[in-house]
């Protein structure tokens, strides 16, 4: 994957259906699935706006990740000449989840919107499809430029399955820790935030010591597991759905006094 500079001129240099390919490859499959996720919440669904914004946070998010995944290398190279693959690897999956993190807090979970526990995970899923689709885009601009249609379809698969289910399993964990603190006390919200991001940085990191490891010998299984974490963490959706309402208190990340409610849901979103 290329990195700041290189990234941009890349893309400017590529003819521009080999971009529209690359990005529609790379972003179709994301807003599939987002679909389905986004019916986790259908009963009290987001602003189209703010899920939308959040998609394009997480693009962004890619864009700033690369060029401070290659500064943090260049950095360890000059000052810590032994530092090994695995150290950079844990580097650089911090970076990306902690932009993620940082996404999300800033355009979603200190508005009013953010005002019932299955939104925080509603909102970390989107982001990190966002992510995933131009990540997945950057990677297929290759085989799409040479023309290898074959090549372009398993390595779209492959990017999908792994790539696309690690990022969304990993931003989920977060979500899934702040949903189920949505009516604690803030420290304890915090915490949560902290121990959910410490688990997606651990899964990250985990799945790609394990590709580098294993290479393919063990790459089914590794998908497998994957997969599990996502059945586990709609499991868990489900759980979260079940809260009961505490409609008397604040919105706990807005200061903002919540209406009073006759039933678990408030007016949709719109």
């Known amino acids: 994957m290329p990195h700041g500079i290189e990234m941009t001129e890349m893309l400017i240099r590529t003819d521009p259906l080999v971009l529209f390919i690359a990005l529609s490859a790379g972003i179709l499959p994301a807003i599939l699935w987002l679909w389905f996720w986004l019916k986790e919440d ?40 032994g530092t090994d693959n695995y150290t950079l690897l844990f580097l650089w999956s911090a970076i990306e989840e902690i932009l993620k993190y940082a996404g999300i ?44 249609a074959v090549k372009t379809l398993l390595l779209g698969n492959f990017r999908f399955i792994g790539s696309t289910v690690l990022h969304v399993a990993a931003s989920a964990i977060i979500g899934i820790s702040l949903a189920f603190t949505f009516y604690e006390r803030r420290f304890e919200r915090e915490l949560a935030g902290a121990v959910g991001l410490s688990g997606a940085i651990a899964l990250h990191s985990l799945f790609n010591f394990s590709i580098m490891k294993s290479g393919e010998s063990y790459i089914y ?50």
């Open 221 to 270: 299984m590794i998908f497998l597991g994957l997969w599990s974490v996502i059945i586990l963490i709609l499991f868990l959706c489900e759980r979260v759905k079940r809260l009961a309402p505490r409609s008397h208190v604040a919105y706990t990340h807005t200061g903002f006094l919540s209406p009073q409610r006759t039933n678990a849901y408030a007016p949709t979103k719109r």
């Open 42 to 81: 259908r009963l009290h669904p987001e602003p189209r706006s703010l899920i939308i914004l959040a998609f394009l946070v997480g693009m962004l998010a890619t864009s700033l990740a690369y060029p401070t995944e290659h500064f943090v290398a260049d950095l360890a190279s000059a000052y810590f000449p």
């Open 105 to 148: 807090y800033v355009i979603a979970l200190r508005t009013a919107y953010f005002d019932e526990p299955i939104d925080a995970v509603i909102y970390f899923v989107t982001i990190a499809l966002g992510f995933a689709a131009l990540e997945n885009a950057m990677f297929l601009l290759s085989p799409v430029g040479e023309g290898d």
